[in-house]
Nanobody, 118 residues
Framework: QVQLVESGGGLVQAGGSLRLSCAAS????????MGWFRQAPGKAREFVAA???????SYADSVKGRFTISRDNAKSTVYLQMNSLKPEDTAVYYC????????????WGQGTQVTVSS
């Protein structure tokens, strides 16, 4: 079982930066692919970024070059550094974990609100 707790959300002006953190419980953190998703009001949840157990990363086209995902296995924490934020980045951001051998994200955090003002 993995529990995920996000932090670091808040209100920022367009062009600013925020760093989200996701702390995971459990001793097998390093064996999970970790992802960030977001959901804006009235829209479906969408993929933002992911990092595998081998540190391979992937990003949505909308955030490439602006967001960076990283992980610290010693701290069981995954980060999302968000730069050059835009109003359209406003959403609830969710951390998720995918266990090895499973093709969907089977653990989810509660989410943290990110609001970007214009």
């Amino acid at each position: 079982q993995v529990q995920l707790v996000e932090s670091g959300g808040g209100l920022v002006q367009a062009g600013g930066s925020l760093r989200l953190s996701c702390a995971a419980s459990g001793r097998t953190f390093s064996r999970h692919t970790m992802g960030w998703f977001r959901q804006a009001p009235g829209k479906a949840r969408e993929f933002v970024a992911a990092i595998s157990w081998s540190d391979s990363t992937s990003y949505a086209d909308s955030v490439k070059g602006r967001f960076t995902i990283s992980r610290d296995n010693a701290k069981s924490t995954v980060y999302l550094q968000m730069n050059s934020l835009k109003p359209e980045d406003t959403a609830v951001y969710y951390c998720a974990a995918r266990s090895i051998g499973i093709d969907y994200y089977n653990y989810w955090g509660q989410g943290t609100q990110v609001t970007v003002s214009s």
